[in-house]
Nanobody, 121 residues
Framework: QVQLVESGGGLVPAGRSLRLSCAAS????????MGWYRQAPGKQRELVAG???????NYADSVKGRFTISRDSAKNTVYLQMNSLKPEDSAVYYC???????????????WGQGTQVTVSS
């Protein structure tokens, strides 16, 4: 009923920037919180950054000052601007959204398929 499609991943050298995008589509009544998670090989998935419907943000300590999350509510899209990338930022990045599905008025925790970010040293 609801799909999240990520884009913007890739391979970059350390110190460069990437911008991830995630667009939600489908039977959406509203979207509450949105966020980005990442999972590196052999590690658990971790929260990178989150943003509420009202625009409040939170970040993992490891990315504070380098990453910025933002959203365009009119487009049901969330972005992650990643600057000063480090090799340890390499992971599959997943978009997450808490979506109220039209007609149900229930919240569903929805995930994208993931996009690979690789930072070379």
């Amino acid at each position: 009923q609801v799909q999240l499609v990520e884009s913007g991943g890739g391979l970059v050298p350390a110190g460069r920037s990437l911008r991830l995008s995630c667009a939600a589509s489908g039977s959406i009544f509203s979207i509450n919180a949105m966020g980005w998670y990442r999972q590196a090989p052999g590690k658990q998935r971790e929260l990178v950054a989150g943003i509420t419907e009202g625009g409040s943000t939170n970040y993992a300590d490891s990315v504070k000052g380098r990453f910025t999350i933002s959203r365009d509510s009119a487009k049901n899209t969330v972005y992650l601007q990643m600057n000063s990338l480090k090799p340890e930022d390499s992971a599959v990045y997943y978009c997450n959204a808490v979506v109220v599905v039209r007609g149900t008025y229930r919240e569903y925790n929805t995930w994208g398929q993931g996009t690979q970010v690789t930072v070379s040293s």
